[in-house]
């Protein structure tokens, strides 16, 4: 199981930062993603870092203010998140397994971020 955790109301601006705990199976197995999903509206990636740490994606929206990151000792992903604007309000989810910008089939449990104007 993956649970998301860090959610929470910040001013426009502030930071958050998420974590992302595996419990049953291993995280360094596996290239980690997060993504996003506002109402009404559809999931969307946000994050995403590979197995080997060689490479880290961003979708525009993000590039500049967030930064994903693992620490495989710790079986946990991180997505820290500066300068949030309130267009990034959504519930946030990690995920392993995808590539590239893309989900595997594993999701966690999501954990709300709301940005204040």
């Known amino acids: 199981q993956l649970q998301a955790s860090g959610g929470g109301l910040v001013q426009a601006g502030g930071s958050l930062g998420l974590s992302c705990a595996a419990s049953?199976?291993?995280?360094?197995?596996?290239?980690m993603g997060w993504f996003r999903q506002a109402p009404g509206q559809e999931r969307e990636f946000v994050a995403a870092?590979?197995?080997?740490?060689?490479?880290?994606y961003a979708a525009d929206s993000v590039k500049g203010r967030f930064t994903v990151s693992r620490d495989n000792a710790k079986n946990t992903v991180y997505l820290q998140m500066n300068g949030l604007k309130p267009e990034d309000t959504a519930v946030y989810y990690c995920?392993?397994?995808?590539?590239?910008?893309?989900?595997?089939?594993?999701w966690g449990r999501g954990t709300q971020v709301t940005v204040s104007s």
């Open positions: 049953g199976f291993t995280l360094r197995s596996y290239h």
């Open positions: 870092i590979s197995r080997s740490f060689a490479t880290t």
């Open positions: 995920n392993a397994g995808g590539s590239s910008r893309y989900p595997g089939r594993s």
